[in-house]
DNA sequence: ATTGCAGATTAGGAAAATCTTAAGATTTCG
DNA sequence: CGAAATCTTAAGATTTTCCTAATCTGCAAT
């Protein structure tokens, strides 16, 4: 199953909310609405991700998120209502990795915690027997997420860091088209997009021109009209 | 039937429309003019979707949202008047889904819900009985939504976005017959529509030519004069 | 059969979406 | 700091799709 992920809010509505799209991803979810609850289970189980509420009323999320770090060092993302610059810096070097600022966008939270636990298990192999598998092979090509190297027929396509994220998405739902706006959302969770914005399009045209190097056909990058890009299944 | 919804707004006409037009789509509505007498329902019926006004007489209507959320995971999505941004993301991070300003037209209202619907329907798929698949089949075609793909006899059909949205309407309402109003509503829910366009016309003529390629009695797309147009169930 | 009207058929131009390029901005790294 | 790599922006070219409008066809009621 999903990793295990452990949620610290005490505002019902947010803990149930947070769960509810991380089980949806099939994550398994541990929820307490207090510091204190939590504790057992951070003692107690092999979590994977820990998102702790800096405002709890029984302690500071911040000194839950030191006694994490005392004996684990998964990823923490804190979320926290307050937009304080000063917060957001106190939580990181308190050995949070992440943080999200309420009210934040559902999906938006979920694609921070996968990137959080991708970076994660690519130095924890050990705890990656659950893990999207590090490494994507589709007709000829040959991705690997940990060393972020590509091959395409045995050759080797030298990507950069957004062309590599475009592929690498386009890959993990190959089949289905995406369209650029998903594609601007998976990458830069928070930017603006508008549709004005035609850098999508410029990277996918430089993947398009690396991949022709090494294939006579480089349809494989799909165009879809209207919708968006696919890679076929 | 149809997934339940529930539907509370003080504005009787407001839940009155809402009402009749989720009920042409064939939803089962659950509809109350006030919260408290919402709440029995909330705790009896097994809903799939909720749409929750934010002004309502006897309570918060975000209130009565974070009490569906103690219990249950499925969309909410709220009506506010307010155009107030505060307001719109408090309810988002209260555990609303979504949210719709007043005024709002009906069919856009419509198409967000079947939005909501459908990815709660795909992470819940116990719940999915109902749900609008995203690969739809019938006698000898194949859509899928998500890849956008169209076989007709194992034949691809090569369809542009609008003539794959008009072929997947009449498919979802296959049997009943759809005017060439209706279909122009659901593909451009805000532009404007008069009879002296005729493009749903010129679209449903490129499907049945490029239909027309792989079958030998293209009447796939029935013509019923003065009213519209089906596919046979 | 005639007539009126709804839909069908075309084709060409308009509009929209994507592609291509290149220059300038930014980031990275030695 | 400076050079190289990478990213973003923007403008124009290209491609695809859509819409308009004029004409044609055929249903259906009289």
């Known amino acids: 199953m999903g990793s295990k992920i452990l949620v610290v809010d005490d505002e019902h509505e947010i803990a149930d909310l947070v769960e509810v799209y991380l089980q949806s991803e099939n994550f398994t979810v541990y929820k307490f609405y207090g510091a204190l609850e939590a504790l057992q289970c951070i ?5 994977d991700l820990a998102i702790l509420d800096i405002m709890l009323p029984d302690m500071n999320g911040l000194t839950l998120c ?22 957001k810096i106190t939580g990181l070097t308190l050995g ?8 934040f966008r559902p999906l938006e939270m979920v694609a921070r915690v996968k990137a959080q636990l991708r970076r994660y298990k690519m130095y924890n192999p050990n705890r990656a027997e659950d893990a999207v598998s590090p490494v994507i092979v589709h007709s000829g090509l040959v991705m690997n997420v940990d060393t972020h190297e590509c091959l395409l027929n045995e050759k080797s396509l030298m990507l950069t860091k957004t062309e590599f994220s475009i592929l690498r ?5 190959k089949g289905s088209v995406v369209s650029a706006e998903e594609l601007f959302h998976e ?3 928070d930017e603006y997009y508008s549709k004005s914005n035609n850098t999508i399009t410029v990277h996918i ?16 990058i799909k165009t879809i009209w209207g919708v968006g890009y696919k890679i076929e299944a």
């Open 43 to 47: 003692e107690t189980t092999e979590l």
């Open 187 to 189: 990458i830069w969770q």
């Open 96 to 103: 949070a990795d992440d943080y999200i600022t309420k009210p």
């Open 205 to 220: 045209r430089h993947l398009r021109e690396k991949m022709s190097d090494t294939v006579d056909h480089p349809k494989y």
């Open 66 to 87: 030191q006694k994490i770090r005392e004996h684990h060092h998964y990823p923490i993302i804190m979320l926290t209502a307050k937009d304080e610059e000063t917060d």
């Open 169 to 173: 998405i386009l890959l993990e739902k």
